[in-house]
């Protein structure tokens, strides 16, 4: 059976896809499945060769066919986002795909049509096969594209005989989160020890508590602020919620992206090091599932 790790955080530029790649670089049997659609940039790191693209359709949109329209106006006077103007055009950056101008037109002018709001792509890195996708400029439905990009990695890992997903999630709290860490196996929250880390972390916690999914915690930067590090490791004893890792402020992540290498490609220093040993936190903890569940499934048979 496949199992998932999603590398999540509160808000962006924590350091996700710095500990994402290089578990990737740590991993053996693997897919890599970058969801941060809104802005992946796991293939600026894994220069990947792609095997195949597909269009991504999001919310379809309002087409209003001229040769059936009477120019009544129902639609105009109905639609909520000024999406419709006065010669009846619709404009697709506007429109949200509600479809009561269609609903309200009596002529039956007025369809719902696709409109692609982005592209998915499977792709092979010198780590192995990676899903990945960009959502175009303005787009919505992001968490549908995370659902397809996973999907991807599923099938990707069916087709190249792997045996585990790593998932560089976006950042928050909202629906393409949610898209990014249902069914995990587990998740590894990436924090910094600021007022903001602090805030975000515990909606990340909280929202992983509800989908009942172990979590652990990485204080990045952790020796900025010790006091505010000091109060993450409290919220995450009163969360009952293990911080694995603490990693020291450091130049290396910018320097191995410069370099366009993971950070245990790039050198091995103290920052690496403690990279290591929450990967095989992390690895143990996953095997230590894995060894529950079929002893459970076992006792069920019996």
Same mark, same amino acid.
């Not at 499945?33 to 359709?57: G, S």
């Not at 795909?97 to 998915?120: D, F, L, R």
């Not at 191995?256 to 993971?262: G, I, S, V």
């Given at each position: ?7 999540? /955080? ?5 350091g $996700?896809?710095?500990?994402?790649s290089?578990?990737? /670089? ?5 897919? #890599?499945?970058?969801c941060?659609v ?9 220069d ?23 120019? =009544? ?5 109905? =639609? *909520?986002f000024?999406?419709?103007?006065g010669?009846?055009d619709v404009?697709?950056? /506007? ?7 269609e ?8 369809s ?11 792709s ?37 005989? $792997? ?12 629906c ?12 590894l ?6 007022? &903001? ?6 909606r990340v916690?909280?929202?992983s508590?509800?989908? *009942? ?8 930067k ?8 000091l109060? #993450?490791?409290e ?12 990693l020291p402020?450091?130049r ?10 993971t950070?245990?490609e ?18 143990? *903890?996953?095997? &230590? &599932?894995?060894?529950?569940v079929?002893i459970?499934?076992? &006792?069920?048979?019996?």
């Amino acid at each position: 059976m496949v199992k998932q790790i999603t590398i999540v /955080s509160g808000k962006g530029g924590t350091g $996700k896809t710095t500990i994402s790649s290089a578990f990737v /670089s740590l991993a053996n049997d693997l897919v #890599i499945a970058d969801c941060d659609v809104d802005a992946a940039d796991m293939h600026l790191l894994l220069d990947p060769t792609l095997l195949k693209t597909d269009d991504f359709y999001g919310l379809k949109v309002a087409n209003i066919n001229t040769e059936l329209c009477t120019a =009544c106006g129902d639609c105009l006077d109905a =639609c *909520r986002f000024n999406a419709i103007d006065g010669s009846f055009d619709v404009d697709i950056f /506007s429109c949200e795909g509600c479809s009561v101008c269609e609903y309200v037109c009596q002529q039956n002018a007025i369809s719902m049509i696709e409109k692609k709001a982005g592209e998915s792509f499977s792709s092979m890195t010198r780590f192995g096969p990676m899903a990945h996708a960009k959502l175009g400029i303005g787009e919505e439905a992001s968490g549908k594209l995370v659902s397809t990009v996973r999907n991807n990695a599923r099938d990707l890992a069916a087709e190249f005989n $792997k045996d585990l997903i790593i998932i560089d999630g976006p950042p928050g709290t909202g629906c393409s989160v949610i898209a990014a860490i249902t069914g995990v196996d587990m998740l590894l929250v990436i924090t910094e020890p600021t007022a &903001s880390g602090i805030h975000d972390l515990e909606r990340v916690l909280e929202l992983s508590s509800h989908f *009942r999914i172990p979590a652990a915690v990485c204080i990045n930067k952790y020796d900025l602020n010790e006091s505010n590090t000091l109060s #993450i490791r409290e919220l995450c004893t009163e969360m009952g919620v293990d911080v694995i890792g603490l990693l020291p402020y450091s130049r290396t992540p910018v320097d191995a992206m410069l370099n366009e290498k993971t950070v245990l490609e790039f050198t091995d220093d103290d920052f690496t090091s403690v990279v290591r040993s929450i990967w095989d936190n992390l690895h143990d *903890r996953l095997v &230590s &599932s894995a060894e529950t569940v079929d002893i459970t499934l076992k &006792s069920s048979l019996m």
